[in-house]
Nanobody, 119 residues
């Protein structure tokens, strides 16, 4: 059974930093591209960042480029999102998701981690 478990969210002041982690199990983590996707209160899903299986081709939404860094440790089956210079508009539930190239969908999601940016 595929499991994705996020951690590391919380309350932070504007300008602060957080690092999210996503522990993966139940599949061969090192062979799948992964992404972070968020949902702000009252809004739809927004893709934030993605990384290929080898961890060498990250990509970012324009809204977070230059502030967020995605990475992965395939020896620990863990995906990370380092978030710097956080803004109130970054407040959202952050999900990690596994990408299925066969269907071009994100076929497995974690339970989400709340990030709140507020003074």
């Amino acid at each position: 059974e595929v499991q994705l478990v996020e951690s590391g969210g919380g309350l932070v002041q504007p300008g602060g930093s957080l690092r999210l982690s996503c522990a993966a199990s139940g599949f061969t983590f090192s062979t799948y591209a992964m992404s972070w996707i968020r949902q702000a209160p009252g809004k739809g899903l927004e893709w934030v960042s993605g990384i290929n299986s080898g961890g060498i081709r990250p990509s970012y939404a324009e809204s977070v480029k230059g502030r967020f860094t995605i990475s992965r440790d395939n020896t620990k089956n863990t995906l990370y999102l380092r978030m710097n210079s956080l803004k109130p508009e970054d407040t959202a539930v952050y999900y990690c998701a596994k990408y299925d190239p066969g269907t071009s969908y994100f076929d497995s999601w974690g339970q989400g981690s709340q990030v709140t940016v507020s003074s």
